[in-house]
């Protein structure tokens, strides 16, 4: 027996207020396992996205060794990103598949086309051969607004570092200082591009997007405050179970309030929304650029 229920975080309180059906099992079933494979395949990307949403914080906070740290983190992380999406193609569907050769076609025409790509390609080798960029955060006031600067120091790079021919001959053009806030900028939004065409080519992402979708619509429907979803299975008979509110700590599956046992062989998943809602406001924009 399946069921839906609120679980009441602050009052640990999960109310049982609907048994599935076969079809819905199946669909929450198979929602619940797609949303697993795509966090699965987005760790990489959620590990490039951290430092982009620390920086903001630590640029207010004056805290200058931290926001010059995370770029070398943010560099690390976009290369294991690449790293992740072709091991993974390679190895899943084989060198010569369409599914690794549209990623690897993806990357280069980014590469080919972004000065910001290949900049920051470059530095994160740097970075990791020859140790921290010659780096320095600034501000100034435009119109009543604080503008915060990443700058390199090019001249203080390290000269015995051989850049490619084509970033070597870009950097010529520039001068000493170079704001690198706007390339990071630019770059993320090619690794969120990046990102959908590795998704894209790894699982049916039209479909997690149509779930999803039905997911945020149901649970905007049961007008959720502080309440998780949760699908319940218990042994319990149904009627018992269906009238009840339990009362647990933190979703603890098995365990005992003022002598009161909680549902025997009680299982649950919560139905992670909040994937549900990134993956149809951040994912589904992408799919068309």
Do not use: C
Not at 21 to 39: H, M, P, Q, R, W
Not at 105 to 120: G, I, M, N, P, V
Not at 259 to 272: F, G, K, R
């Amino acid at each position: 027996m399946y069921n839906l229920a609120k679980y009441n975080s602050p009052n640990h309180e999960l109310t049982v207020f609907h048994q599935l059906s076969e079809e819905e099992v199946t669909f929450f079933k198979d929602i619940l396992d797609g949303i697993a494979s795509f966090n699965a395949l987005t760790t990489g990307f959620y590990n490039v996205q951290a430092p982009i949403r620390q920086w903001p914080e630590l640029f207010e906070r004056d805290r200058k060794a931290d926001v010059m740290r995370l770029l070398g983190d943010f560099l690390a992380a976009f290369s294991a990103f690449l790293n992740f999406w072709e091991q993974y193609l390679k190895g899943t569907y084989g060198k010569d598949s369409n599914n690794y050769l549209n990623f690897k076609q993806a990357t280069s025409e980014e590469y080919d086309s972004s000065f910001a790509y290949r900049l920051l390609y470059a530095l994160r080798n740097y970075n990791q051969h020859f140790g921290p960029l010659p780096l320095s955060v600034e501000n100034e006031i435009k119109d009543n607004t604080t503008i915060y600067k990443l700058i390199l120091h090019k001249n203080n790079l390290n000269a015995s570092y051989t850049f490619k021919a084509i970033v070597r001959d870009e950097l010529t053009t520039l001068g000493d200082r170079i704001d690198l806030v706007d390339y990071i900028k630019e770059l993320f939004e090619i690794i969120k591009r990046l990102h959908v065409v590795g998704l894209k080519n790894s699982i049916n992402l039209n479909l997690l997007i149509e779930y999803s979708e039905r997911v945020l619509k149901y649970a905007e429907s049961l007008n959720l405050k502080e309440e998780k979803l949760v699908i319940i299975s218990s042994s319990v008979a149904e009627t018992e179970f269906a009238t009840q509110t339990w009362r647990l700590q933190n979703l603890n599956p098995i365990g005992q309030l003022e002598d009161q046992i909680y549902p025997p062989e009680m299982l649950y998943n919560e139905v992670p929304t909040w994937v549900a809602e990134y993956i149809v406001k951040g994912i589904k924009p992408q799919m068309n650029l």
